[in-house]
T-cell receptor
């Protein structure tokens, strides 16, 4: 079983739609969680951190449920520029190594 | 900001040759650097963690004699793919952080194609 699992998609949504991504993790010792976005053939870029209390940044809301080992990302009023692959990431180990999910591909259509 | 560069951005080589990839932190001192590999349609997989001045710690399944990592300074780490074969063709990405537990800043990646 993969340590971080995501629905690979693809998700094709119209501009302005609300879209939600889910992620589960198996390592209960994972310390921190993040959402990254990765554009085609580019490096991943940190989108936001994920907390049990929830984290909102503009149109983006992330939530962590440690009891269920479940992470979510909600994108409201999606824009064309939101098209990318969204990576769910957990950390573990003394060096806080990042463990990446396989990513969920989003395409926002005009 | 925290900028990390990688060189080269892409490389094509013949099977059996060795390829060196450089990762530099341009505006901060990176105590810890990480090397990842990403195959098409797959996620980033951590290959190794290196701390400046120490031997790298390799993840299970990654051959340390094939993927040589050197982190001799606080701003430079190198990954050498020795005797590269077509199955080593991948997107290699480094990241750098100011220390364990600090945010990782990613380089732009190096696309390696082995013919």
């Amino acid at each position: 079983r993969k340590e971080v699992e995501q629905d690979p998609g693809p998700f094709n949504v119209p501009e302005g739609a609300t879209v939600a991504f889910n992620c589960t993790y198996s390592n209960s010792a994972s310390q921190s969680f993040f959402w990254y976005r990765q554009d085609c053939r580019k490096e991943p870029k940190l989108l936001m951190s994920v907390y049990s209390s929830g984290n909102e940044d503009g149109r983006f809301t992330a939530q962590l449920n440690r009891a269920s080992q479940y992470i979510s990302l909600l994108i409201r009023d999606s824009k064309l520029s939101d098209s990318a692959t969204y990576l769910c990431v957990g950390t573990s180990g003394s060096a806080r190594q990042l463990t990446f999910g396989s990513g969920t591909q989003l395409t926002v259509l005009p | 900001g925290a900028v990390v560069s990688q060189h080269p951005s892409w490389v094509i080589c013949k099977s059996g040759t060795s390829v060196k990839i450089e990762c530099r932190s341009l505006d901060f001192q990176a105590t810890t650097m990480f090397w990842y590999r990403q195959f098409p349609k797959q996620s980033l997989m951590l290959m190794a963690t290196s701390n400046e001045g120490s031997k790298a710690t390799y993840e299970q399944g990654v051959e340390k004699d094939k993927f040589l990592i050197n982190h001799a300074s606080l701003t430079l780490s190198t990954l050498t793919v020795t005797s590269a074969h077509p199955e080593d063709s991948s997107f290699y990405i480094c990241s750098a952080s100011r220390g364990p537990g600090n945010e990782q800043f990613f380089g732009p990646g190096t696309r390696l194609t082995v013919l």
